[in-house]
Antibody, heavy 117, light 111 residues
Framework: QVQLQESGPGLVKPSETLSLTCTVSGGSISTYYWNWIRQPPGKGLEWIGYIFYSGSATYNPSLKSRVTMSIDTSKNQFSLNLNSVTAADTAVYYC???????????WGQGTLVTVSS | QTVVTQEPSLTVSPGGTVTLTCASTTGAVTSSYYPNWFQQKPGQAPRALIYSTSNKHSWTPARLSGSLVGGKAALTLSGAQPEDEAEYYCLLYLGGAQPWVFGGGTKLTVL
């Protein structure tokens, strides 16, 4: 059974960088697309971007200037960095698996990140 | 920027049937949009239900089905159960600079 687990600081100061890691267990990180998705409190889901196991990444144009994703296949982990954060970046951040058939299946439980001084 | 729209809220009676839809401002939704559907209950992560329009995951209840109807992606629930009360999101693949876009979600009430 594939499992994903997000980890990282729950509190980030404005203008600083939000950094999260997703650890994949129960399956290989290879051949899949690895997504980051967020959900502000009380609002809907927003796709942030994905990174392929090869390291190529595609980001949501609305966040592209502030987002960087990376992947470490040896550790079965992938990461999200979002810089220059503001209160509007406060959200539950999820990681999720996708594949070449455009299927998104397994999700992490999510982690709440609050941007506040 | 492409907007994906869903009904904000719907109500279905226990045992009844309801269809949720997902539309795109780019035009008719086709199988090339590879619609995915997710269910989210309060305090929980989304759970995948449908992919590529109508394909079910191994854990998807048989009473749920996906299709294309009138230029939209559709999720039909037949024989609603109290545990189906949740928020439902669609996800469309648009390709290009922004491959994936979520719909705004439909809050489904079973009453």
């Amino acid at each position: 059974q594939v499992q994903l687990q997000e980890s990282g600081p729950g509190l980030v100061k404005p203008s600083e960088t939000l950094s999260l890691t997703c650890t994949v267990s129960g399956g290989s990180i290879s051949t899949y697309y690895w997504n980051w998705i967020r959900q502000p409190p009380g609002k809907g889901l927003e796709w942030i971007g994905y990174i392929f196991y090869s390291g190529s990444a595609t980001y949501n144009p609305s966040l592209k200037s502030r987002v960087t994703m990376s992947i470490d296949t040896s550790k079965n982990q992938f990461s999200l960095n979002l810089n220059s954060v503001t209160a509007a970046d406060t959200a539950v951040y999820y990681c999720a698996r996708g594949d070449a058939k455009r299927k998104v299946d397994y999700w992490g439980q999510g982690t709440l990140v609050t941007v506040s001084s | 920027q492409t907007v994906v729209t869903q009904e904000p809220s719907l109500t279905v009676s226990p045992g009844g049937t309801v269809t949720l839809t997902c539309a795109s401002t780019t035009g008719a939704v086709t199988s090339s949009y590879y619609p995915n559907w997710f269910q989210q209950k309060p305090g929980q992560a989304p759970r995948a239900l449908i992919y590529s329009t109508s394909n079910k995951h191994s854990w998807t209840p048989a009473r749920l089905s996906g299709s294309l109807v009138g230029g939209k992606a559709a999720l039909t629930l037949s024989g609603a159960q109290p545990e189906d009360e949740a928020e439902y999101y669609c996800l469309l693949y648009l390709g290009g600079a922004q491959p994936w876009v979520f719909g705004g979600g439909t809050k489904l009430t079973v009453l």
